[in-house]
């Protein structure tokens, strides 16, 4: 600071060349790198320019250049995170050229937009157009105006290079992951008017539920922003849709939080989708399912575009759509109960009678997952290919969960189901798996990990199980897994084989599925422990586990043993969970193979889920080369087995 409180000046230009002894036209040129001057003067003339400190004027510089290298993106909404990623983008590789980004944002204002735009451009050498509300009309006319411009999320006009998603092929995505769910009544949640996108994904809904003629689409308007999601809700509630298909993730997102306020479980009641995929849909209560949009790389893509088409490079200007991908998270899940039942049981004179399974089950892949399939004949009615269990590889949960292959959703011939994945009780179980709470200090359970004299602690401690080669054998009865368990540091741990093989039983109208499993000690000896061998008495928790879904009466039967207290810590040969949900009831029966005799850790009062414990009072090790074995067999039902015929079942099915 100077006597008088005021800053000392910048250096100017001016000094560097007095200094240097050259004119201010060479340091302006040496400055702006360019290649005319002599290597000496140059050097020189960067000495000084360091000794001094000094910067050349940004604003000089765009004068004397003819451009600003500031390129401006305008948004409609920057508290969306998808418009944020593609901001992201955009400036990252803008930077890389040594440009700067302007951001203008329109909050959704459509008429305000093309002024907005105008005067982004007059500052900046170029614009994205990033999801544009302006009318059809208005947009045409404004790009010619303020070239050079790129467009995102609008429909080319084979001029202006237009970046753009296949919404087509995404909406169709969804709705046929819901259909396969069971669902047939979809509610979409439509986003503004205004929104190009919305448009898009409202007529990819209609032409996907018209080519399905048991599928219903309802529409109900609510916008962009997580309070209209929450706004929704109990206009959703009323529709009684059986799965949400929002306009975006931050829709999802609103209604995810007040169904929760109203007890709501998601998917138990309702499931619900998003679209984008943005940062926090993996970490939504639950976890959002959702099409992922590569944000990033669509505005990397929108800063190579503008950057070709301002060069005067030859640009395509309509390239290929982006095709999202979805991604299958814990907010959707198979129809609820009541609702399949309700639609099943509608009285149809012509077909009486109960499932019955006609064929063999066979496994088939269905893209990244195994669908168990079979065909199910209901009375008279003609035998219809119905999927019976779904193998996931389960590379899409979240760490904390332990990742893991599973299976989900199991059904009954009458398609009830009998699992439950992240439920809000437990989100860390899925459905059917091989789940242990510790080997070597690994958590392959999730959630917290019980420590002696703390109690249930949450630690970095979790490993995964990674599906390296599923394959199925010659008529598809049996699907083979070749599983790799990795450490907390993702080091290779032990090595899984694993087999599910199923069969029909036609006199008792169920079928049968088989789970054997081999962890093999390739990497070094092994200790399998549970919360009971660290002091949690009764909770010996961990190996095959079953998480079965709730009901309006549920009763665990064993060898000559009734109720939860009873089975729990006993060594039955097999249990049975005799479950009835409205006017149906189920029967899953689950035997431990031939040559085991583990103690069943089972739970009925606060979920439904059980399984034979691997370490249930003491720590089990495996040396180094050696194998551990484990099996189950499950027997599914459409009615309530009696403990002689759950015993008699329990004999024949390792047969």
Known sequence: MTQNGWARTAPTIAEVARIAGVSRATVSRVMNGRTTVDAELASRVREVADQLHYRPSNVARSLSLGRTETVAVVVPDLANPMFQQVLRGVASAASESGYRVLVADTAEDSVDEEKVALDARLRCDAVVLVSPRMPEPTLRALLPEIEPVVVVNRAPDGTTPTLGIDYADGIEQIVDHLARLGHRHLLYLAGPTSSASHSARLEALRVAAARREDLRLSEMPAGSSVDSGYAAAQDVLASRATAVVAY????????????????????GDLSITGF?????A????????????PQVELGRLAWEHLRRSAAGDDVDPTPPLIRPLLAVRASTGPVPPAVRLRRRTQPVTDRPGEPHVQSAPRWTTDGRAHVLSATVRTGARPGAATP??????????????????????????????????????????????????VVNGTSYWGGRTFLRDEGPT??????????????????????VDDVLWRDERDRPLLREDRRLSARALPDERGWALRWTTELRAEHGDLRIESPATNGRPGAGYGG????????????????????????????????????????RTTTLLLVQGADEARPWFVRVAEYVGAGPALA????????????????LAAVVVDRALTQDEAAALAAEVWA
């Open 616 to 631: 249930w009072d003491a720590p089990v090790a495996v040396p180094a080369g050696d194998v551990l074995r484990a099996g």
């Open 544 to 583: 095959l586990f079953w998480r079965l879904p709730s009901a309006d009466l549920t009763t665990v039967l064993g060898e000559g043993l009734v109720g939860e207290e009873a089975v729990h810590g006993s060594r039955s040969p097999w249990l049975a969970f005799v479950q009835r949900r409205e006017a």
């Open 248 to 267: 975006n993730d931050l829709v999802a997102f609103g209604l995810l939080a007040r169904l929760n306020e109203l007890g709501v479980a998601v998917p």
């Open 282 to 293: 993996r970490y939504a209560t639950p976890s959002l399912t959702t099409a992922t949009v």
């Open 276 to 280: 984008d995929d943005i940062e926090l």
């Open 388 to 437: 019976l269990a779904r193998y996931e590889p389960g590379d899409t949960i979240p760490p904390v969960h332990s990742p893991r292959p599973f299976l989900h959703p199991v059904h009954t011939a009458a398609g009830t189901a009998l699992t439950q994945t992240s439920p809000v009780d437990h989100r860390h179980h899925y459905g059917v798996s091989v789940a242990v709470p």
């Open 458 to 479: 949450l630690l970095p401690n979790h490993g995964r199980q990674v599906s390296t080669g599923v394959r199925l054998d010659d008529d598809g009865s049996t699907l």
